[in-house]
Nanobody, 123 residues
């Protein structure tokens, strides 16, 4: 199982980025998917999650109203639209496939993880 994350980069505060994560064919399409991030010196934290067919979405309080998670109709690609980025959003962002059809804020409920993509926001 492979997850390929892309879309990270270096932006200024207030800018936007769109992350994408594509899974192997038929992997993840029936499962919830999520985005997590880990900043240097900090623990990994939940960012956003989406259930099978977009049935449910979850967001960390820190990104509500700024970030939006979505997935394509086939279910194998998930996107994270990040607007109004701030320096505190700087981290490596990881996508993951959940154990079940629903999204979860708990990383222990995710089975497969991507390699991460760096997002750096300058002030």
């Amino acid at each position: 199982v492979q997850l390929q994350a892309s879309g990270g980069g270096l932006v200024q505060a207030g800018d936007s980025l769109r992350l994408s994560c594509t899974t192997s064919r038929r992997t993840g399409s029936n499962n919830g998917m999520g985005w997590f991030r880990q900043a240097v010196g900090k623990e990994r934290e939940f960012v956003a999650g989406i259930g099978w067919r977009g049935a449910n979405t979850l967001y960390a309080d820190s990104v509500k109203g700024r970030f939006a998670i979505s997935r394509d109709n086939a279910g194998s690609t998930v996107h994270l639209q990040m607007n109004s980025l701030q320096p505190e959003d700087t981290a490596v962002y990881y996508c993951a496939v959940a154990l079940s059809a629903v999204a979860s804020m708990d990383g222990r409920n995710y089975r497969y993880w991507g390699q991460g993509t760096q997002v750096t926001v300058s002030s």
